[in-house]
């Protein structure tokens, strides 16, 4: 048996225990963070000469990702990541762009996150809901 199978099976408890809403939200959070971070590290030309960008936790249910204001500038777009009871929605102001939902995979011993009826891993969701904000499609 193949160590990853194996690993799966022993795991399959605690993997099933956090596909939760709660636990792949604070997963999305972090992934976010970091895609933010290394944006902001990147030359100012990778960055199309746009700015720099924030991310604001509120109550540990949303999350909101802007550009940092600058005197001159306008107020820009931003991007809300809200958890609900059930899913995870991204919103840019009243539109909603995502709705990322959880569904366990017996199969795979994974907890799946579906958009649009399709799994998607954690980077990717993050890529979805941020992408077109960080690099200037708006």
């Known amino acids: ?22 636990f792949w939200f604070d997963e999305l959070v972090k992934t976010v963070q970091s895609d933010v971070k290394k944006f902001n590290n990147l030359p100012e030309e ?9 991310c604001e936790l509120k109550n540990n249910s949303e999350l909101i990702v802007s550009e940092i204001e ?15 009871e ?15 939902e959880l569904q366990w995979n017996p199969k795979t011993l994974t907890c799946d996150l579906i958009v649009d009826q399709n799994t998607q891993p954690i980077w990717l969701v993050s890529q979805l809901a941020i992408g077109d904000l960080l690099f200037g499609r708006r």
């Open 86 to 100: 059930h899913e995870i929605y991204v919103f840019k102001g009243e539109k909603t762009l995502l709705k990322v």
């Open 70 to 84: 600058e005197d001159w500038r306008e107020p820009l777009e931003s991007i809300n990541i809200k958890k609900s």
């Open 46 to 54: 990778a960055r199309n000469n746009l700015g720099l960008f924030r």
């Open 1 to 22: 048996m193949s160590e990853v199978i194996e690993h799966k099976q022993k795991n399959w408890v605690r993997a099933r225990a956090e596909c939760t809403i709660e």
